[in-house]
């Protein structure tokens, strides 16, 4: 997993500058993004919620599910 540089709320503060990172993807690779509302709730832990989608994503990459499809099946999941 790749971490990257994190700014305030999107929309909190009107003049926020937020922090951008380029990198390259190598042919094949998977980029999700999740916000915390996906992954984390009263009842699921945040650590669990990422493990979750990871491993929900790497089942539908085997898989080779639609986007569509894996999404659909991670909220009939929680």
């Known amino acids: 997993m790749?971490?990257?540089?994190?700014g305030p709320n999107l929309g909190v503060l009107p003049a926020a500058a937020?922090?951008?990172?380029?990198?390259?993807?190598?042919e094949g690779t998977t980029l999700v993004m999740v916000t915390d509302g996906l992954v984390e709730g009263p009842t699921l832990p945040l650590d669990t919620g990422l493990a979750r989608a990871g491993a929900l994503t790497a089942q539908g990459?085997?898989?080779r599910a639609s986007i569509e499809s894996t999404a659909d099946a991670r909220s009939k999941r929680l």
């Open 18 to 26: 937020y922090p951008q990172e380029t990198f390259p993807l190598a």
């Open 61 to 63: 990459t085997q898989e």
């Open 2 to 6: 790749r971490e990257l540089p994190v």
